[in-house]
């Protein structure tokens, strides 16, 4: 069974950091897309960053370039989402999610191209 693991959310002050990690078991790491996702109050949920493999490139959406870093560790079949100089505007509950080994040729961080996901955690950036 795929499972997805997230935590690290909390409270923190705009301008601070963050670090979240997903931790996935039940499935082959390393052949599956994996990304994070966020979703606020009233909003649509939207890609953050994703990786389409452990040797491709990492997506940014553009209103987190500069700020986030997605890595992984493979040894531990996790996936970290450094968050830096946050804003308010980055509060919202953050999922993590994979997708199955595919030739999937759409966007690269679509929300409903993705098979599984995690819960969620929420990140809340406020004074």
């Known amino acids: 069974e795929v499972q997805l693991v997230e935590s690290g959310g909390g409270l923190v002050q705009p301008g601070g950091s963050l670090r979240l990690s997903c931790a996935a078991s039940?499935?082959?790491?390393?052949?599956?897309?994996i990304g994070w996702f966020r979703q606020a109050p009233g909003k649509e949920r939207e890609g953050v960053s994703c990786?389409?493999?452990?040797?491709?490139?990492?997506y940014y959406a553009d209103s987190v370039k500069g700020r986030f870093t997605t890595s992984t560790d493979n040894a531990k079949n996790t996936v970290y989402l450094q968050m830096n100089s946050l804003k308010p505007e980055d509060t919202a509950v953050y999922y993590c999610?994979?997708?199955?080994?595919?030739?999937?040729?759409?966007?690269?961080?679509?929300?409903?191209?993705?098979?599984?996901w995690g819960k969620g955690t929420l990140v809340t950036v406020s004074s």
């Open positions: 999610a994979a997708r199955e080994p595919s030739d999937y040729p759409g966007p690269p961080c679509a929300p409903y191209a993705m098979d599984h």
């Open positions: 039940g499935f082959a790491f390393d052949d599956y897309a």
């Open positions: 990786i389409s493999d452990r040797h491709g490139s990492t």
